[in-house]
């Protein structure tokens, strides 16, 4: 059973930075894809920033792209998301998982870190 701890979240103005960890425990995540998505009150879960395994190739979505920037140590089986420049509409629940690939997770979800932007 893989356990997934996220952290970093906050309380930070429009145009800021926060830097968000999720550490696992239970299994080595090497060898999958991590991802990182979050959930806005009354919205569904989305998908917002993942890396393959081989710290290679990594994923954005459109609306982050640019600011936010993913990274994994794989010796402490940690994945990180560093957010800049943050909007309002960056406010949420960031969760981490995994999966065969960055968007399709496979894990059970953490109790995610709320971040809030204000403008």
């Known amino acids: 059973q893989v356990h997934l701890v996220e952290s970093g979240g906050g309380l930070v103005q429009a145009g800021g930075s926060l830097r968000l960890s999720c550490a696992a425990s239970?299994?080595?995540?090497?060898?999958?894809?991590m991802g990182w998505f979050r959930q806005a009150p009354g919205k569904e879960r989305e998908f917002v920033a993942g890396?393959?395994?081989?710290?290679?190739?990594?994923y954005y979505a459109d609306s982050v792209k640019g600011r936010f920037t993913i990274s994994r140590d794989n010796a402490k089986n940690t994945v990180y998301l560093q957010m800049n420049s943050l909007k309002p509409e960056d406010t949420a629940v960031y969760y981490c998982?995994?999966?065969?690939?960055?968007?399709?997770?496979?894990?059970?979800w953490g109790q995610g870190t709320q971040v809030t932007v204000s403008s």
């Open positions: 890396m393959a395994w081989n710290v290679g190739s990594t």
């Open positions: 998982n995994y999966g065969p690939r960055a968007y399709e997770p496979v894990g059970s």
């Open positions: 239970g299994r080595t995540l090497s060898s999958y894809a």
